[in-house]
């Protein structure tokens, strides 16, 4: 997913035949890929020298194709790995060090092309000194390889600018020949694209550069050019990288900052809510406080809800037996032992005594049935029944609960 940010967006291929005189045949195509759209930029033939370059292009990473004179090509049974022995057998008495080598495998067969590291290293040299980083050298036509699939051509022969190619069924390469005098039989397109057969090379050279990710690049093994490849690959991925880990911290601080900022209101809202409570429980507190203070008043002055004690007293009176002389009825009387350890005034709140006299306690008894039958009676108790010598009677209390 990352690949479109970490490639290479923007680049141009250079190709340049010498000819066998020292003349030179220079064009180059500039490439860009957007949203995984490739489109041409600039496709400009005939320059005169590399210093022209720098009217066209701004862009800095260019592929290098060199055909023509200093280039050598040989094809051979296909080899895998390129040494100085099976060099040797290739190029006779040849030192594999003073060459750079490319070695394009295609179904059987190997074509290897190389060109002296001094001639080669002359057009790298005057790139950069016009400002440009050279990434890839590629030699003769066999970078064209990468681009067949997009050409309009239907048949197994391809030709273009001098170079005619014949293909197996499989689209392997079977021979490679070259005559200046060769030129494509028909306009040649790349996909609905017009080009000129002359930038076939250099198109393909910028091609493998931008699309090296998703291609297998056909190029000599020039050392200095694979590490300043590694080094740009490297930088884009680093800055992709460093750009992706910022934009997650970005995200995270957002996040944070986010729940940072529920989490303040809603404290805030706890906080309120618990100085709500407290409040509220210390107005209940007062409250209560208040309350008892004045149930504690009304106990001293002996309410007891505001029944009408004499509809007690006289339904009480209703049932006495006419054995039984009343003394005295006190509503709610003095409890003397509290008052006493309180020093103050207490009453048995709720509570009737009743004081008379009997000859026997039968009758006494009796009353007490008839004042329980009451559903306002919550208890009654005989508290005491004495013989009064003086009055040669019994005297009783009687306590009532209501």
């Not at 002296?116 to 790298?124: D, F, H, T, V």
């Not at 250099?202 to 093994?221: H, T």
């Not at 944070?256 to 107005?283: G, I, Y």
């Not at 008839?370 to 508290?383: F, H, S």
């Amino acid at each position: 997913m990352l690949e479109q940010y970490y490639r290479i967006n923007k680049a141009f291929g250079v190709s340049i035949e010498i000819g066998s005189g020292g003349d030179l045949k220079m064009h180059a195509c500039g490439l860009s890929v957007e949203k995984e759209q490739l489109t041409f930029d600039q496709k400009i033939t005939d320059l005169e020298s590399i210093e022209e370059l720098k009217k066209h292009f701004s862009v800095k990473l260019v592929a290098l194709n060199l055909t023509g004179k200093g280039v050598l090509q040989k094809q051979t049974e296909l080899i895998q790995t390129i040494d100085q022995p099976s060099f040797n057998t290739i190029f006779p008495n040849a030192n594999i060090d003073d060459f750079y080598v490319q070695n394009f495998r295609s179904g059987t067969r190997s074509f290897i092309s190389i060109v002296r590291k001094n001639e080669a290293n002359k057009w790298l040299q005057a790139l950069r000194e016009n400002g440009y980083v050279p990434l890839f050298l590629s030699l003769g036509p066999f970078p064209v390889q990468n681009i067949i699939p997009q050409l309009n051509n239907y048949d197994s022969r391809l030709i273009f600018d001098g170079n005619t190619i014949e293909l197996d069924e499989d689209g392997s390469w079977l021979s490679r020949s070259y005559n200046e005098q060769v030129n494509a039989p028909f306009p040649i397109k790349v996909e609905s694209e017009p080009i000129n057969e002359q930038l076939v090379l250099a198109y393909a050279a910028a091609f493998q550069l931008i699309l090296s990710d998703k291609v297998e690049p056909i190029v000599a093994n020039v050392s200095e050019l694979q590490r300043i490849w590694n080094e740009v690959t490297s930088g884009k991925r680093l800055r992709v990288y460093s750009a992706l880990i910022l934009a997650t911290f970005f995200v995270l601080l957002l996040i944070n900052l986010e729940v940072f900022s529920r989490l303040v209101k809603s404290n805030n809202q706890l906080t309120a809510q618990v100085s709500q409570t407290v409040q509220s429980s210390v107005d209940l507190q007062s409250v209560n406080e208040k309350v008892k203070k004045k149930e504690a008043l009304l106990d001293l002055l002996g309410w007891d809800g505001g029944m009408n004690k004499t509809v007690l007293v006289d339904q009480i009176a209703s049932f006495m037996p006419e054995e039984i002389t009343l003394d005295e009825i006190s509503v709610n009387p003095v409890d003397i032992a509290r008052s006493r350890v309180q020093k103050i005034l207490s009453f048995n709140n709720r509570q009737i005594g009743v004081h008379g006299f009997a000859q026997n306690i039968i009758p006494v008894n009796e009353w007490i049935a008839r004042i329980k039958t009451k559903p306002w009676v919550k208890d009654i108790q005989l508290a005491s029944y004495t013989y009064n010598n003086e009055k040669n009677t019994g005297q009783f209390v009687i306590d009532i609960k209501y």
